[in-house]
């Protein structure tokens, strides 16, 4: 009898191989469009991210080269305030 069932239990079994088979070749057709597409979410968010600090990046030299051209000795700024200052001796 318990040959028998055995018997039995390898053909279910067998007859699951296909199954078994399919299933996990959709597995892994899934697995990778699902890596696919998270692979261009993350070249985009990247690409967005390094635009961004370069944007921050510009506006902060940007600002840097204000203050250095308004601070020169030679500038309008600084000769306005040597003219003043000139002025009230």
Do not use: G, P, Y
């Amino acid at each position: 009898m318990h040959a028998v069932i055995v018997c039995a239990m390898c053909r279910v079994l067998h007859r699951l191989d296909h199954l078994q088979t399919t299933v996990a070749a959709e597995a892994v057709q899934v697995t990778q469009v699902v890596c696919s597409a998270q692979n261009v979410i993350r070249r985009k968010f990247v690409s967005e991210l390094k635009r961004s600090m370069s944007d921050v990046l510009q506006v902060k030299k940007d600002w840097q080269q204000v203050v250095v051209q308004l601070t020169h000795e030679r500038s309008a700024l600084s000769l306005l305030f040597v003219i003043s200052v000139a002025r009230l001796q």
